[in-house]
């Protein structure tokens, strides 16, 4: 038998107002936590935070869980990762530092395009097809299809706004120079 120091599980929660870790031990027992809140910048349409406010609070809390827990780094065995997956930044590649707040997932700043593309032909179609399948089968996967609509939590219709509105960032991410990313 092996003795390995990695052993406890750290939950990692970063989500729209607040970050949280907690350290669970071998037992499924609570070992430590910690949280810190996040401010949020709200205006008309858009909701967005600072990146690097919220990496910083990350690692203050991820080390505060460890200082309660008594542990320290090398004693994770792996780490459970919760974000605003719809959450989305540009960065320098080189130096890392953001180029564009972290526009949130609740931003609603390509409500207007949604909206257009919701009413558009194919969206329609799918629709349509998927609700005369759903009558036809009862098949409850055609159910979802009879629904679809595209939202603005989607992140490719937040780079585009980005890249129509900043053709600088766009020649950056072309050319690899800067990053596209989510939270993860």
Not at 56 to 72: D, M, Q, W
Not at 130 to 149: D, E, M, N, R, V
Request: charged letters at 20%; aromatic letters at 8%.
């Amino acid at each position: 038998i092996i003795h390995c120091k990695m052993s406890y599980v750290v939950g990692l929660d970063v989500g729209t107002t607040s970050v949280r870790a907690i350290v669970w031990g071998k037992k499924a027992n609570k070992l430590g936590s910690a949280s810190e809140s996040v401010s949020v910048n709200e205006s008309a349409s858009t909701i967005t935070s600072d990146p690097v406010a919220i990496y910083n609070s990350t690692i203050r809390v991820f080390e505060n869980a460890l200082k309660e827990a008594g542990e320290g780094p090398q004693s994770v065995a792996t780490i459970g990762l919760a974000t605003e997956r719809a959450s989305l930044t540009i960065w320098d590649k080189i130096t890392g530092k953001p180029l564009i707040p972290l526009i949130l997932w609740k931003d609603g700043r390509t409500g207007e395009e949604c909206r257009r593309a919701n009413t558009s032909f194919l969206p329609s179609v799918v629709r349509t097809v998927s609700g005369i399948a759903y009558f036809f089968t009862g098949k409850p996967k055609f159910l979802t299809g009879s629904s679809f609509q595209i939202s603005t939590h989607n992140v490719g219709l937040k780079i585009k706004h980005v890249f129509m509105r900043h053709p600088e960032i766009r020649a950056g991410v072309e050319r690899g120079d800067y990053l596209v990313g989510t939270l993860d």
